[in-house]
Structures are given as C-alpha cells and as structure tokens.
C-alpha cells in the first residue's frame, strides 16, 4: 500500500503535467498574447485578418505593447523596468529579496561569528 | 565613514590607495544612494544602488585592514538594518490590504502621494520600495563579506590551520590578530 499510493499519484500527475505540455501553444506563434493580443474592448467589429496595417499597429495590445504604453500611467514611474519590476512583479521582487535576506541568515548559521 | 585612526603602521597597502579610497568612500556611496532614490527615474533601482554602497564598505576594508571596516557597520548593526529593509518591503505591501486592496498594491491604495509624474518623489510606494531593498543589498553585501573574512577566526579553522591546502595571504589578517 506504501508503494502503491505514491504509484498511483506520480502517474496522475505525470499524465496531467503531459497532457498540458502537449496542448502548449506552438512556439512563435504570433498570435500569442505575449507576442501580439489585441484589444477588442475598443474594436469588437473586425477580426484581426480583417484590418488594416494601420489598424493592426493602433490596436494592438500585447504585453509588451501594454507596458510600453501603460506603465507610466498605471505606476507612475518613468522608468519601464522599475515599474515592471517593482509595481506588475512585485511579487518576484519581493522574494527575491528574501531570497538574499535567507542567503544571509544561512551564512551566519553555519559560519557565525563572535559577537562583533 | 569612520576615519581610521588604529593600527596605523600595520597596514599592508600604499598610501596612495589609502588615500583615494578615503577621498573616493563617500562619493561611491552617495552614487548608490542617487540610484537608489532615482530608481523609478533612471535606469538603476534598489539592487544596483545597494551593491555599490556594498562595495564601498568593501573597498575600504580592503585598502585598511578588516578591524577598521568593521568597527564602521558592526555586525548586529547590519543585521537589523537587514531586517529593517525586508520588513520595510513588506510593511509596504500590508498598508495595501489594510486599505482594503491587494498585496502591494501601488496605486489604486494610494499609499504615497503620487506627485509629479517624473519627479523625485513620484511613483507612490515604488520609491520606498526601492529604499527597502537598497537598504537590503547594501547590507548583505557588506555583512557576507565581513562573515566570510571572519570565517577564518572560527575554531575549525585554527584548530586545522596547518592542514588547509592553502593559505590565505589576502588582507593581513593572520598579522593583524592574534589569532
């Protein structure tokens, strides 16, 4: 029963994890939201095979597209990398210092010093 | 910048270096100190800012000796401003679930004032943050430099001194103190 139970969850997860890599979009594909999503709130009429070049260039809104136009109004800073880095991924930022901060406390618990 | 004053004629380095690191200390620091608060403006922010004030303090423990370095940032010092820094970060993010929004959330919580877009003080809570982990790289930097130097006073290392395979001759430590 020990070993049966761990069986039966690697394979559960092993089948979902390939079923999801198998339906992974193909790479490159430039219809992709990172590459080129549009913004259909503001145009619900055409398809995007129906616009025009310049239509295309005023509605697109990928993500890097979004930043670049976005980020000072959402952030307020001049700066995209600090506004991506500290305001949409504050999250990774914030664990990255913990990351430090937990690098340090290890040191000293293996190392330590003398009080100093 | 503590000005060292002991153990004059036991430094190993030149007073050439000695001077260009006390006349050039301060202004190493005030450049990280300009990245930092001008993280939202230039490019730069709270991490490179802090390793450059890290290696301010490491340059010059390096053209004295360690003992001046580390009378400068003690190392209980360090380890709360460590802690200062991170908690700092995540105080930040709190304020926004007490307002009633999402962790760290910037603007809609309006935890600080906005200002000017471009100006100093502008950007809301990404100014304090890049201070929080200014504060945090500067001083880890610091503090894991001094830590691995002292690592060569831990018993380990004097009981079985005869025995490493090598001898560390970097910063007269083994001069310096009567280990």
């Known amino acids: 029963m020990k070993k049966f139970v761990p069986a039966i969850l690697f394979t559960v997860f092993a089948f979902s994890m390939i079923v999801v890599i198998l339906r992974f979009a193909p790479i490159g594909d430039p219809h992709l939201p990172g590459y080129a999503g549009f913004d259909h709130s503001e145009n619900t009429e055409k398809e995007v095979w129906e616009m025009t070049k310049e239509e295309v260039v005023q509605y697109a809104d990928s993500v890097a597209l979004h930043y670049n136009r976005h980020s000072p109004g959402d952030?307020?800073?001049?700066?995209?990398?600090?506004?991506?880095?500290f305001d949409y991924r504050a999250y990774d930022t914030l664990i990255e210092a913990t990351v430090l901060f937990t690098a340090m406390i290890g040191v000293l618990s293996i190392i330590g010093t003398k009080k100093n | 910048m503590i000005t060292p004053k002991k153990n004059k004629e036991k430094y190993k380095t030149s007073i050439i270096v000695q001077l260009v690191t006390r006349m050039m200390c301060p202004f190493i620091i005030m450049f990280g100190v300009f990245l930092i608060v001008h993280?939202?403006?230039?490019?730069?922010?709270?991490?490179?800012?802090?390793?450059?004030?890290?290696?301010?303090?490491?340059?010059f423990a390096m053209a004295f000796n360690r003992q001046d370095g580390r009378d400068a940032v003690p190392s209980f010092t360090l380890k709360?401003?460590?802690?200062?820094?991170?908690?700092?970060?995540?105080?930040?993010?709190?304020?926004?679930?007490?307002?009633?929004?999402?962790?760290?959330?910037?603007?809609?919580?309006?935890?600080?004032p906005?200002?000017?877009?471009?100006?100093?003080?502008?950007?809301?809570?990404?100014?304090?943050?890049?201070?929080?982990?200014?504060?945090?790289?500067?001083?880890?930097?610091?503090?894991?430099?001094?830590?691995?130097?002292?690592?060569?006073?831990?018993?380990?290392?004097?009981e079985n001194k005869k025995k490493l395979p090598y001898q560390r001759r970097w910063l007269d430590v083994d001069k310096d103190d009567s280990v």
């Open chain 2, 39 to 59: 993280g939202h403006l230039t490019p730069g922010g709270g991490f490179q800012g802090g390793v450059i004030i890290g290696a301010s303090f490491i340059l």
């Open chain 2, 114 to 158: 906005m200002g000017m877009f471009g100006e100093l003080l502008s950007g809301g809570a990404l100014f304090w943050i890049n201070l929080g982990v200014g504060l945090t790289v500067a001083v880890i930097c610091t503090e894991l430099f001094y830590v691995f130097l002292e690592e060569e006073r831990s018993p380990y290392y004097l």
């Open chain 1, 75 to 85: 952030t307020g800073a001049l700066d995209i990398i600090t506004a991506i880095i």
């Open chain 2, 80 to 112: 709360c401003l460590a802690s200062i820094g991170v908690y700092l970060y995540i105080s930040i993010g709190l304020v926004g679930i007490f307002l009633g929004y999402h962790f760290l959330t910037n603007k809609a919580a309006a935890i600080a």
